[in-house]
């Protein structure tokens, strides 16, 4: 399968602070790339889908002020977090995918704790 | 309408014994089924899918079956390893035109003892 990776892997901020997670897919062209959260021992929430070039697209009750997100090219996709706060402590995972496939290529993750 | 029901939360089977995770959904238009291993402060990553047109797809000791009148499929693990401990999702995706959203099952939590 295809490789996507994430950086960094663990964050530590303090409150009020901005974090941002860069996603790769390391040999395909990511033409739609997906950020996810997921809290413990729970189920994977989709944040947004971002196309390459175009706005993201937030799901239901995901702040897009506090979440930007960034698709500037095939290869990247970046999360930041604004004026992050102890809440948006989480896993933040995201995935890539192109338009010849159904299939996800999920990344490593990225633990954001925030103080 | 978007939901995949998943059970059970939990699972305790022996080394050699068959994993049985069962998932249901309501959306007739999902179109495509996949599962997820995913290991303690790892990403998912995919283990077997499934479309809506074949009622059983095998890989190894890795085996869905799908049942498209009942909404409902299952994964089957054969002969469980330790090794295969680990937390289980099932999916379900829907063609939006432009990606495939995946809607997730809750999890299970697979426990392989020796």
């Known amino acids: 399968g295809a490789v996507v990776s994430q950086h960094p892997s663990r964050v530590i901020c303090k409150s009020g602070t901005s974090v941002k997670i860069e996603c790769r897919s390391l040999?395909?062209?990511?033409?739609?790339m997906f950020w996810y959260r997921q809290f413990p021992k729970q189920s994977l929430m989709l944040m947004a889908t971002s196309n390459e070039g175009s706005k993201a697209t937030y799901e239901q009750g995901v702040e897009k002020d506090k979440f930007l997100i960034n698709h500037a090219s095939l290869t990247l996709s970046t999360l930041t977090v604004t004026s992050a706060h102890p809440e948006d402590s989480s896993f933040y995972i995201c995935?890539?995918?192109?338009?010849?496939?159904?299939?996800?290529?999920f990344g490593p993750g990225t633990r954001l704790t925030v103080t | 309408q978007q939901q995949v029901k998943q059970s059970p939360q939990s699972l305790i089977v022996q080394k050699g014994g068959i994993s049985i995770i069962n998932c249901a959904y309501e959306n007739t238009a999902f179109d495509y089924f996949p599962w997820y291993q995913q290991f303690p402060g790892k990403g998912p990553a995919l283990l077997i899918a499934i479309r809506p047109d074949v009622s059983e797809k095998k890989e190894g000791r890795f085996t869905i079956s799908f049942n498209k009148s009942a909404k409902q499929f299952s994964l089957h693990i054969m002969d469980s390893q330790p090794g295969d401990s680990a937390t289980y999702f099932c999916?379900?995706?829907?063609?939006?035109?432009?990606?495939?959203?995946?809607?997730f099952g809750t999890g299970t939590r697979l426990q392989v003892t020796l």
């Open positions: 999916a379900a995706s829907l063609d939006t035109g432009t990606a495939s959203k995946l809607t």
């Open positions: 995935s890539a995918s192109n338009r010849f496939s159904y299939e996800q290529y």
């Open positions: 040999d395909f062209q990511a033409t739609t």
